[in-house]
Each structure stands twice: as structure tokens, then as C-alpha cells.
């Protein structure tokens, strides 16, 4: 074993104290002094190496993470394109990982989904958008890449960030209008899946990818954010996954609008108003709202 600190010092005495008392010969006692001494210098040299093995581990890992962040800024940069502003921008995003404990990389790739909507948000509210993100990854099972992914879909298929203006209207606003649009709808929005998730056992993440599978088709017969999002976290809590929830909502939604296999004629013919005054189809808010009054009435085959 190799000896270091105190204990390689006493040995070196002991040794050179033995070898006095027991080696006459001159050349056996430069032998053995040389041998100890060898012993000496390889003691010096394991924790050297040591050293040197924990700075090349260093030096490895600091590579690996700088190339992760060299990819992540090249595809950030290509998304939110050569602007002006855009070392401002990459320098806040990383600023905002660092508030929220999330790594730079996952910081940067968030910023890259928000720059890919860059027009229809604007290119000034990235920013707010990643910060967005990121406070709905801290409250539930996603990543911020996944967060940002997940309220880009929500966006898409509702508009939800918008309130209750358009698109069109949207972007006359000033960028300070935008702004404030834009965090007091996405707060709400985040605001109400959170409620819905801590009064059932459906996660955010959860309910986020089953919304974004119909969400599309309940926005245009005017079903509400926190009603679909209650509606998952229904068939969540009732045992079934994501995906299959997603798509028998999704589905629900499709028999119901396209009158498929004369659903809706069936529905109506056991007495239930499907439709306004405008012959619009009802939200599926309003209809289940409809056969919840009546459940007890109906039979089994019903």
C-alpha cells in the first residue's frame, strides 16, 4: 500500500534507523536507502496523479457541458434569428434557468420552442413566455422544454393567451399591451391547471398532453379552458391514459359536430338539446351538463 503524510515520514525514519542498526555494508545500505527513497518519490507521485485525474474529470465535464450549451445557443439563435437583441435575449433566458434552478441548456431549448412563435406573440415577449414555462415546470412533472412545448400546443389549438381577443387584435397592442396580455391570461391558464391537478390525482403534464390532443375541437364549439382541462383530469382520475383520454374526448367531440353514425340525431331523439337558436352544436360543457340533470332517468341502454 502506498504510504503518504505522516505516515510515509515515519516509515522513512524507521527504515533508515533499521537499516543503520542492521546493514554494515556500505553498498547493501545505499541499495536499501535507494529503494526507500524510490518508495518515497512514488508516494509523492499517487496523489499528483490523483490530482491530475481529477482535473482532466474537470476539465471532461466543463467540455461536455459547454458543447451542450454551444448547441443549445446555435439552435436559439437560429429560431429568435440575427437580431440586435438577440445576445440580450440569450443572456436573460439563462439568467431565468439560473432563477429557477433549471439548467442553461434546458433554459436555451425552452427559448428555441418560444422563438418558433416568435410571430405570434412577438419577438420582445420570448422572454415572458420562457419565464412562463418554466414557473409550470416548477409545479409540475415537465421539463422546461416540455412546459414550453406544452403552452405552445395549448396556444395553437385555444388561443389561450390572447384572453378573449384574437390574433388580428393581438398584435395592434403596443409591446408593453402585449406583455401584460399575456401573463395575466398564461397565469390564469397555469393558475387553473394547477387548481384542477391539486383537487384530483391527474398531474399538469398529464393533463396538459390529453388537452392538446382535442383541444382544437372544444375551443371551436366554445368549451372553456379549465372545462377541458377538468374533463381530463376526470378520465385521468377515472384510470385511463393520456392518450387514449385524449382521443376519446377528441373523438366525443367528432361523433357529436359530424353527426357521425347519427350520433347527434340519437341524442336529440332521446330528448336532449344538442343545439341553440343558430343551429350551432352546444359546447360539450353544456351537454354534459345536460345529461348529468337526467343521468338518473336514463336507462342502462341508454
Same mark, same amino acid.
Given at each position: ?41 512514488? =508516494? ?22 459547454? /458543447?451542450?450549451?454551444?448547441? =443549445? ?41 418560444? $422563438? ?27 421539463? =422546461? ?9 395549448? /396556444? ?20 408593453? $399591451? /402585449? ?29 396538459? *398532453?390529453?388537452? $392538446? ?5 372544444? *375551443? ?83
Amino acid at each position: 500500500m502506498t504510504r503518504i503524510g505522516a505516515s510515509q515520514v515515519f516509515f522513512n525514519i524507521v527504515a533508515n534507523w533499521n537499516a543503520n542498526k542492521l546493514i554494515s555494508d556500505a553498498k547493501s545500505m545505499r541499495t536499501v536507502m535507494k529503494a526507500v527513497s524510490l518508495d518515497t518519490f512514488e =508516494a509523492i507521485l499517487k496523489p499528483l496523479d490523483d490530482f491530475q485525474m481529477m482535473v482532466e474529470q474537470g476539465i471532461e465535464a466543463v467540455r461536455d457541458l459547454a /458543447q451542450e450549451i454551444g448547441f =443549445a445557443t446555435i439552435e436559439f439563435e437560429k429560431f429568435f434569428g440575427n437580431t440586435s437583441d438577440i445576445e440580450y435575449m440569450r443572456d436573460k433566458l439563462l439568467e431565468l434557468g439560473e432563477a429557477y434552478a433549471i439548467t442553461g441548456v434546458d433554459a436555451l431549448a425552452a427559448g428555441s420552442r418560444a $422563438s418558433q412563435v416568435a410571430n405570434l406573440i412577438g419577438r420582445g415577449n420570448v422572454e415572458l413566455l420562457v419565464q412562463q414555462a418554466n414557473i409550470l415546470s416548477e409545479i409540475s412533472d415537465l421539463d =422546461a422544454e416540455g412546459a414550453m412545448r406544452g403552452i405552445i400546443q395549448l /396556444q395553437q389549438q385555444t388561443g389561450f393567451m390572447y384572453g378573449k381577443m384574437n390574433r388580428q387584435t393581438f398584435q395592434t397592442l403596443s409591446l408593453e $399591451s /402585449q406583455r401584460l396580455v399575456l401573463l395575466e391570461n398564461t397565469a390564469s391558464g397555469l393558475n387553473k391547471l394547477n387548481t384542477i391537478a391539486n383537487r384530483s390525482v391527474a398531474m399538469e403534464g398529464d393533463i396538459v *398532453h390529453v388537452m $392538446s390532443q382535442f383541444a382544437a375541437q372544444g *375551443h371551436l364549439v366554445g368549451d372553456s379552458f379549465e372545462a377541458m382541462a377538468s374533463m381530463s383530469a376526470v378520465l385521468l382520475e377515472a384510470g385511463e391514459e393520456q392518450g387514449t383520454a385524449g382521443r376519446a374526448l377528441r373523438a366525443m367531440y367528432a361523433r357529436l359536430g359530424g353527426n357521425i353514425n347519427g350520433a347527434t340525431d340519437e341524442m336529440e331523439r332521446l330528448g336532449f338539446v344538442m343545439r341553440d337558436e343558430n343551429e350551432d352544436l352546444l359546447s360539450m360543457e353544456e351537454i354534459l351538463g345536460n345529461m348529468n340533470m337526467r343521468w338518473d332517468d336514463l336507462t342502462s341502454r341508454q
